[in-house]
């Protein structure tokens, strides 16, 4: 298991180095997940002071406790007033002139109380400083990924002895969900995806009262959420005998999902990795049902970069990324196929960390 | 049942008078409560516009179908190309100079992105428009709050009679939020807090590997969501004859809750509400481990507002209100208790709409 300390360490080094193009030594961490995964602390509502020297969480008495457990090398401030307040006492003991913070997460109301609150320093958009960072996953990122793979696994094994005709998606998904705790994920990674023949054609579908039949096709995508950092897979089981359609259908995305997989290396565009999917799946003719893109980076959140999509802004695959590779064909009002495991970018090629079945011939329940 | 369209309409109309003060008809939505709050739509990824003329919902492929069914009135643009584009092209079909938006919700880059894409379009931050709509329930939230809570209760009923000695505080609350799924729930509220003895003392435990014990004070703190509205709820439960000491402490937390509740009704402000819990507990000599609110308020989220707290700026209780009352005494590395009800204020004073037993004798397990 890899050293936290360590790799919180490395990660604030990183971030150091990102700060200096913006010409500032510290940065406002605000949203829960960067916070958890620049200190370690996975508490709500509180703020990080990230950079140079030594980080500052300010939270409140509810989390002083576990934030002494999770993270005893930074600094505690238990503010008695508002955030903002704590937050201008801490930047101005330590001279900061200049702020960094995150566009993305902080919104246009709390900017104007931090330029209220924090009178003569500036504050400055480092866009994706910490985006740049989380992109790729380090050692005990892998780690705990492969943990939540590992999980979401057995509870799917253990769900698929429990599928019985004549149950509604919305039960199906509430079992999978349960077996998953009981497996040890601390929540699901998001809400469970169970639809049944016409209803997984529709690629956000959310389960409902419809019932698994004999010769159904049952489209499962789920995930589990361990110690902060989510997998998410997608698997399809046919209620008895494969009727051909289902079977020459999902025989190209399985083809389809392998070429992608194949694709992922270190220095291959997103683009080149949605292309190699979507090529099996237009030259079968259903370039116009797979309307979304090839899979996307997951690690502390469900959907982060990279994603592998024609549409999006082009860029390489790095070692340490870990995406989704999920191309699918959706026949409207009839069925959906879409097969999805979790792949990590190796400094030679690519790892599947995934390994649940999915020859055709073992999905029949 | 509530008329869900009518409902819409009367939100809209109110969202239309509270953007005249900010000299604009249209505002755009982005955050997914209000989205739905302003249209039925439950989608994810998609924005309103809403105010004058007809609403317009911004989507994409993924969600045009459900989209048609939740809000048929609603004008449906489809984007191919990025939200900000085909916001842009409505914006200038209908000729808007001002655009109204919500600065608690909409991002530093998102507000750069809009500036750049909606060139010679005023952007107004209307703080608190939607917020100030949201605080009030009309007659279909409420009537999703009851069955919130409805659905919560016959799960508590259920898991009571599933609680055994030996179990963990992670396999009971994973007891719990499967019997909520059963019941009808979506999803939690928010993840339950199931916390024995000691842990039952930090207001925000996490449940954990601690086990029930014959004697054991065992805190739940739970919520169901159905149909995008929330309960808040929380019951101690005893395991075997109650000690004297948690059973005093109980008594001073149910009197102080039954104060607050009795302080309930138009007119009162926040922080009489919370002063009716916090002097019974101050004058038994424990309002120094009392240290949060009195309560907030819920709905389509977990904490809106109001806060009842002595802290949180006053306002006055209006007819249409929902609130927690939650008061609380922990005793550090011992035990805590809380008790919470949720509570409507209506024109003549409140209605509990949680019915649970708390009575201290029949929290004996």
Known sequence: MADMRKMIARRTARLRKELWKHRAT?????????VAYLSGFTGDDSWLLAGSGRSCLVTDFRYQEQARRECPRVKLVVRKGSMVEALAKEVRRRGLKRLA????????GLRRRLRTGLKGVRLVAAAQAIGSLRITKDEAEQDAIRG???????????????VRIGTTEQRLAAELDHQMRLAGAEATAFPTIVAIDASASMPHARPGGRRLRPGSVLLVDFGAKVAGY???????????????????????????QAAAIAAVRPGATTVQVDAAARDVIKAAGYGDVFQHGTGHGIGREVHEAP????????GRLRPGM??????????????GIRIED????????HEVLSGLEKRADRMVL
């Not at 510290?26 to 960067?34: A, I, K, Y």
């Not at 989510?230 to 389809?256: F, M, N, S, W």
């Not at 994603?307 to 082009?314: F, H, Y």
């Not at 870990?322 to 069925?335: D, K, S």
């Open 26 to 34: 510290m940065m406002l961490v605000t949203s829960p997940v960067d």
């Open 101 to 108: 913070f995150d566009p993305e997460t902080v919104t246009v």
């Open 148 to 162: 939540a793979v590992a999980v979401a696994e057995e509870a799917f094994r253990r769900f698929r002895r429990l």
């Open 230 to 256: 989510v997998c998410d897979l997608t698997r399809v089981l046919v209620a008895g005998k494969i009727p051909p359609r289902v079977r020459r259908i999902y025989g190209i995305v399985h083809e389809a």
């Open 307 to 314: 994603a592998l999509s024609p549409r999006e802004p082009r």
């Open 322 to 335: 870990v995406v989704t590779i999920e191309p699918a064909i959706y026949l409207a009002g009839r069925f």
């Open 342 to 349: 979790d792949v990590l970018v190796t400094p030679t090629g």
